[in-house]
């Protein structure tokens, strides 16, 4: 279940890794503003693309319960939702200003994010549709179609980088407003590859992708009702982050963050094919709850948690012990008080890795049985109430700054394992519901 994803995700990394040594070519503040940028595109993208992919959630259970017909309708049913994508680009252009300039940043680097974070509002059309179609696949066992696609619209993206940001083969250099549109045109051929399967006659015949299409008011309830909480969750965890880069980190200065850039595009390497098992994890609890069969997934949970686990502690060893190098030769800084910064950061990295990987793999497990509104709650009050006021206590109280701040997250993601251990445990997973008919018999 997870081999392909875990490809698909590997691919993700590389492409985002490319896309920061390229536009790092381009200046010290381009390398600076774009993950700042690339974060919050995809923090607010969350608000509607984390209800849209709670359809791999209802498509496995009912895969599970062998009602095929009914994994498509949840997939339209996601599609429709996808629409609100466009309202919420519309929304969040003319925000777009007062938010980026309340960070803090040199002038220069806040121009750059602004302009990354504009294009790239384009691609929100996109952004929901393609989570609809990966959950469903993903849930139905042929997680191969999502790898397949992302890696042909990875290479896609690549290639639009090197013309679009540098000006090859007649266009013109773009920087990093190039680096944006080709990642919005990426997207949209990758979601036509996914739209084309979808419909294709192999799964029309399986799961009457042609036909399902008509809106479904209780369906389309059911996603809200699981999907906003599980939203949500989503956003509170990634706009952690996004405050943690922008808000905390981006204070000081733009020699900082080029280095939190360089060691964020490292630890990448670390938990997005973990990302990967997340996906897998949570379509495989979700497939056995809809069998009856929750101890199963307990099972599948443990064994998905020690694959994470060893993958994690090993590469952040690696990054942990060989940074400093690494940052020099693939990153080639133009200040040089920027590699041995990004070796600490990564030294730091390595120490939570194994606990990280705990998170992210209850995470799934947790969501495939749908338990996603004390994940919520549970996010809110650890990421808020206490790993962001560490963070700034560490960085600035203590003038730590961005190594302060690291310390802050890395004991955060510590507890919030700890927690998530204690619930998956506790079982209460097991007797929740999302189906609305058998929450109205309970």
Partial sequence: MSGPIILSTLSYSLM??????????????ALAAVTSADIASYTLSTLFMGIVSIVGVFAAQCFGRNEHDDCSRYCWQGLWLSLSGVIFALVLYPLSGPLFHSMGHSAEVTGLELTFFRVRLIGYLFVGAMAAFTGFFQAVNRSSIPMVTAIIGNAANFILNYVLIFGHFGFPAMGIAGSATATVLAMAFQCALLFGAFLSPQFHRQYATRSTWAFDARRFRELVYVGVPAAMSMFLDVANWWIWISWIIGRFGEMQMA?????????????????GLHMGISAIVGQWIGRGDPARAHARTHTTLKMAAIYMVCMGLVFAVFGGWLARAIFNPDNPAIAPLAARLLFLAALFQAFDAANIT???ALRGAGDTR???????????????????????KMGLETYGAWIGATVYIIVLSGTLMRRFEGGRWRRISIFSETRQAD
């Fill in 259 to 275: 280095a939190n850039t360089v060691a964020l595009s490292f630890n990448q390497f670390c938990f997005m094919p973990v990302i």
């Fill in 16 to 29: 985002g890794f490319v896309d920061r040594v390229m536009v790092g070519r381009v200046s010290q503040a």
């Fill in 362 to 364: 209850y995470m799934g």
């Fill in 374 to 396: 004390w994940m919520m709650w549970i996010t809110l009050l650890i990421a808020y109430g206490f790993g962001l006021p560490l963070s700034c206590f560490l960085g600035f």
